[in-house]
């Protein structure tokens, strides 16, 4: 029965809509997906930029170590000398260290070639693959580096000495020797950087892939 009250104006009849309207939340900035691509192409190039160097180095300390041999005459007594030479191989620590520079030089031409193959890919290197990269990176990185260690205590007692051991230095006659040893090792070394530049890029970047899903 409608009211026939003058003082309640017609619009108070009509019904109340009880739906709120929904608050549409605002596309994302276009630019960041391009920022990202742009990010995930720049840790690629340096990527590939550090495998290179990972494999020049390992590559020429590999040669230096193999070209470390001398031949020198030593005195034993008066008037009297016997030919010695000095090679790599007669350490095993040195042996460890051709090993060791081997497998750097093997790996980095493979990863090397996957990480040019996923550069030219539309997304990229995907995450797992960034993921296996820092799993292999860091293990070579150990071996690398250990068999730096070990290849460089054992130079540094030919270069001079251990009178506690008794053990005579031989970098005063083995001259050119002791050098090839001496900058396969400081290269090693550069290799065992580069690898530990590579785990921090992949880890890096394996960050930001995640962060952005």
């Known amino acids: 029965m409608a009211s026939n009250d003058p003082t309640i104006p017609p619009h108070a009849h009509s019904p109340v809509s009880m739906e709120v309207p929904l608050k549409t939340s605002a596309p994302p900035p276009e630019y960041s997906d391009y920022r990202g691509a742009g990010g995930s192409k720049k840790h690629a190039l340096l990527d590939v930029f550090f495998r290179v160097v990972l494999f020049a180095t390992a590559v020429a300390g590999i040669v230096l170590l193999v070209t470390s041999k001398q031949t020198k005459l030593i005195p034993v007594a008066p008037g009297l000398a016997i030919s010695r030479t000095g090679k790599f191989s007669h350490s095993p620590a040195h042996i460890y260290l051709l090993a060791a520079l081997s497998t750097a030089a093997l790996y980095s031409i493979i990863t090397g070639l996957i990480s040019v193959f996923a ?43 251990n009178s506690h051991s008794r053990w005579n230095k031989i970098c005063n006659m083995y001259d050119t020797y002791c050098i090839h040893v001496g900058a396969a090792i400081l290269l090693s070394l550069i290799s065992s950087i580069t690898l530990l530049l590579l785990v921090w890029i992949n880890v890096h970047a394996l960050s930001k892939k995640i962060a952005r899903r």
């Not at 995450?127 to 460089?152: E, R």
Request: glycine share 18%.
């Open 119 to 161: 550069l030219m890919k539309p997304g990229g290197a995907s995450a797992k693959l960034k993921f296996h990269f820092v799993i292999l990176d860091s293990l070579l990185l150990g071996i690398v580096a250990a068999a730096t260690g070990a290849s460089g205590g054992v130079s540094y007692i030919g270069l001079k000495g």
